[in-house]
């Protein structure tokens, strides 16, 4: 079983790499500009006029700009709606960069994603702990009773947004000696805060002891949906680093208040090499 688990730990790392070493993954962002930011409508390096109008975005761009729009050169006006999808299936793209329209709590901007990226050039790979069964807990999940919250933590831009919460998650906190070793830790129980995801699954932004010092300052983790009864499987083997951790211009949450363990989570991706 440990065996089956480390084959299926491998694949997923394996995949997690291809992800964000893609054409259009994190490694390719090369800025986020906010409307509010560029009165003008002129963004940096990026040629048209963009601003916010009402719950959309207006593009303004002569033929010679080189954007296109669904594929067709753009001459004149459009209004776009924040991307729902992958940034390589953004509508507006300008050469091989991809400029993706989002919105962050009323705030329109724009996302460029470039593959020629400097990062995504000389990227060496994810520093990442070996799978380790003893990583992999049950937990359960407890909704909150008035349903989510909402918290303001501050983002990796400096700026400070919400960030909505469903519930807490417990686990027993996984045994930090070898298994070679006789020792009998005693368990006690550790608890994250998590956001439920549309499809049910959780998604806890935490810290801990190695933060900053052994591992990146702050990572994530995105535990399965839990079951009618709550339970549901912890499993920092595959705790992730956050997109700011591969380009500085995502907006990730911090973790809320009572999300930084108090043990070190020597477990699943640590830094980048």
Request: aromatic share 8%; charged share 25%.
């Amino acid at each position: 079983m440990t065996t089956h688990a480390s084959d299926e730990w491998q694949r997923w790392h394996e995949q997690r790499v291809a992800t964000v070493t893609a054409p259009y993954g994190p490694l390719a962002l090369r800025g986020t500009h906010w409307l509010e930011d560029y009165p003008d409508g002129r963004l940096p390096d990026i040629p048209g006029s963009w601003r916010a109008d009402g719950d959309a975005v207006v593009l303004t761009a002569a033929e010679g700009d080189g954007l296109t729009v669904d594929g067709r050169p753009l001459a004149g006006d459009v209004r776009l709606a924040a991307d729902p999808g992958p940034p390589g299936a953004a509508r507006v793209a300008y050469g091989s960069r991809r400029l993706v329209v989002l919105v962050r709590e009323g705030v329109r901007g724009v996302r460029d994603f470039d593959p020629d990226t400097e990062a995504r050039r000389s990227f060496g790979g994810i520093a990442v702990t070996p799978y380790d069964p003893r990583w992999s807990v049950p937990g359960r999940f407890t909704p909150y009773g008035t349903g989510s919250r909402v918290v303001r933590v501050p983002n990796a831009d400096g700026r400070e947004r919400g960030l909505g919460l469903g519930g807490e998650l417990t686990f027993p906190a996984p045994p930090a000696v070898s298994p070679d070793r006789g020792d009998a830790p005693a368990v006690r129980e550790l608890t994250l805060q998590v956001t439920v995801e549309q499809d049910g699954s959780l998604w806890a932004v935490f810290a801990d002891s190695t933060s900053g010092a052994g591992s990146y300052r702050f990572r994530f983790l995105r535990p399965s949906a839990p079951d009618a009864a709550g339970r549901t499987t912890v499993d920092f083997n595959r705790a992730l680093l956050p997109p700011c951790a591969f380009a500085d211009h995502f907006v990730c949450p911090f973790p809320p208040p009572g999300n930084t363990l108090d043990v070190a989570v020597e477990a699943g991706e640590r830094n980048l090499l």
